[in-house]
């Protein structure tokens, strides 16, 4: 029961998080480090359309919405590439500094994982496996590759974070590369072939 009313508890607070960071001051202290702007707030604006999601779709009234995203939303294939497109700019220096200085480019960034969020709640149970293994996978080399950018560029590459703070981002995104590489291994290895599936199916009364 605990667990339970936690749960009910946490997901409102954090689909309601975008609201906390128009505060200044506390906006200001997480995207004052890198590691924590990178690290930090955009996992927890995508967790917060996750859950903004699931408070409101699974509601009678918004069934008719549900279905027309599902139209829009093929087999999960425009999460898929909007999830890709948006986590790859994310990491880009050019991007990082933008959303600093431009508060139209801080609006969009975080509309844009938010939405990821929303789209992922719902998208990503309706994606092949294969899909699903691939935007996990690209998602763990991409932010290995821009991990290891981070760490052996031998100057700062964004004009608002320093050097150190640079590396200790860099480290931190290698780190959940790694992570999510293992969790799509572990996905890939453990799903049955496809003729296994299918004799098991056959064979359940």
């Avoid at 948006?86 to 844009?112: G, Q, T």
């Avoid at 149970?125 to 080399?141: I, K, P, Q, S």
Wanted: charged share 15%.
């Amino acid at each position: 029961m605990r667990a339970g009313s936690s749960r009910h508890v946490l997901r409102p607070l954090l689909a309601l998080l975008p609201l906390a960071l128009a505060w200044p001051a506390l906006r200001d202290a997480i995207e004052s480090r890198m590691s924590w702007h990178m690290l930090g707030e955009l996992p927890l604006l995508l967790a917060s359309g996750w859950c903004a999601a699931t408070l409101v779709l699974h509601r009678v009234r918004a069934r008719r919405w549900l279905r027309r995203q599902r139209q829009l939303d093929w087999r999960g294939w425009t999460t898929a590439v909007m999830w890709s497109a948006v986590a790859l700019v994310s990491m880009l220096p050019l991007a990082l500094d933008a959303v600093l200085l431009w508060p139209a480019a801080a609006a969009a960034k975080y509309i844009a994982w938010w939405l990821v969020g929303w789209l992922l709640a719902e998208g990503w149970t309706r994606m092949d496996g294969e899909v699903l293994l691939f935007c996990v996978g690209n998602l763990a080399w991409m932010m290995a590759t821009a991990g290891l950018l981070y760490l052996d560029a031998p100057a700062r590459l964004c004009v608002n974070y320093l050097q150190d703070d640079q590396r200790h981002a860099g480290i931190g995104l290698v780190a959940l590369a790694l992570a999510l590489g293992i969790l799509a291994l572990r996905r890939a290895l453990g799903a049955p072939q496809p003729s296994v599936a299918a004799a098991r199916s056959s064979a359940a009364p």
